[in-house]
C-alpha cells in the first residue's frame, strides 16, 4: 500500500486498502482488533458501515457515536468548572459556564469549527474548553444539565 498517497487531503482507501487493512487487524490477535477487522470485512460484503461498526443506534436509544460526544463534552465541562471556576460552588459554576458558552456559541463557535487549530489566543481560557466541544460535535448543554453534569 502507498502510504503516502493516503496521506494526500481527500485521497480516499480503495477497496485494497480496507482489505488490506482488514488483514493486517485480523493477524494482529487481539480479540478488539478482531472485531474491528471482521467489521471492515461486513463492510466489503456491502454492509453499511455505521452498522458493521456496531454504531447504530437501537430504536429509543442514543447512538455510541452519540454517547462518547457527550461523555467527551461532560469531561470537557468538568475540567473547564476545575480549572476555571474551582472557588465557586457547581450550581454558580454551571451559571458562568453557561453564559460563557453561550457568548461562544453565538460568536466563534460556528468559524471555530472550521479552523484546523485551536487559536493561541484560547490557551489558558474557557474558550480552550468551548473550541474542544465544538469540534465534537455537540452542543452546549442548558444550565440545568451542566449543573447535573457537575454534580456527576
Not at 461486513?42 to 460526544?69: E, F, H, M, Y
Not at 476545575?82 to 450550581?91: D, I, L, N, Y
Amino acid at each position: 500500500m502507498d502510504a503516502g498517497r493516503l496521506d494526500v487531503p481527500g485521497v480516499r482507501p480503495t477497496v485494497g486498502d480496507l482489505r488490506r487493512a482488514r488483514d493486517v487487524l485480523a493477524s494482529a490477535g487481539e480479540a478488539s482488533v478482531a472485531t474491528v477487522a471482521e467489521a471492515i470485512g461486513a463492510i466489503l460484503n456491502g454492509l453499511d458501515p455505521v452498522t458493521a461498526l456496531g454504531l447504530k443506534a437501537t430504536a429509543g436509544q442514543r447512538s455510541a457515536l452519540t454517547v462518547d460526544r457527550i461523555a467527551s463534552r461532560n469531561q470537557l465541562l468538568r475540567s473547564m468548572a476545575r480549572r476555571h471556576f474551582a472557588e465557586m460552588c457547581p450550581s454558580a459554576q454551571a451559571r458562568e459556564i453557561a453564559a460563557v458558552a453561550n457568548t461562544y456559541w453565538r460568536r466563534a463557535a460556528r468559524a471555530d469549527a472550521t479552523l484546523e487549530e485551536m487559536p493561541s489566543s484560547y490557551v489558558g481560557m474557557p474558550r480552550e474548553f468551548l473550541f474542544h466541544i465544538a469540534r465534537l460535535p455537540t452542543t452546549i448543554p442548558s444550565e440545568r444539565t451542566i449543573r447535573l453534569v457537575l454534580a456527576s
